[in-house]
């Protein structure tokens, strides 16, 4: 005796969500807000690259960097320092990085209107 085709249980996918073809108790809002939320949760786990963090955090200590070679401490003691706290850079990265810091600092200063950063 054959089967009638419509009469089977196949899984069937709609929007990520696993049912099967006699389960009406799907409702697709609460299939859109769960989509949502998940898109939601991805992008707050997104973390920036290594090499963002590293101009974030050098930026944030900009000031005590400068105060200590202002204090004349060499880069490589400023180094030194920055990376026994979690900070490794390397001698170029961290002369751009200072360079880069300072144009910014000194086009704030002559254009405070320009730059939305402090």
């Known amino acids: 005796m054959a089967r009638d085709p ?4 196949e899984p069937q996918t709609w929007k990520g969500v696993m049912s099967t073809s006699t389960n009406t108790s799907i409702n697709p809002l609460s299939v859109i807000e769960q989509g949502k939320q998940d898109i939601v949760q991805a992008l707050n786990a997104l973390q920036p690259n290594s090499r963002t963090l590293r101009s974030e955090l050098f930026t944030e200590h900009f000031p ?3 105060a200590a070679l202002g ?42 209107m320009s730059g939305d950063r402090a």
Do not use: M, W
């Open 71 to 112: 204090r004349c401490v060499t880069q490589t003691a400023v180094r030194k320092a920055l990376a026994a706290a979690g900070l490794k850079l390397s001698a170029a990265t961290f002369k751009k990085l200072l360079d880069i810091e300072r144009q910014r600092r000194n086009s704030d200063i002559q254009n405070p």
């Open 64 to 66: 005590r960097i400068e």
């Open 6 to 9: 419509s009469s089977r249980h």
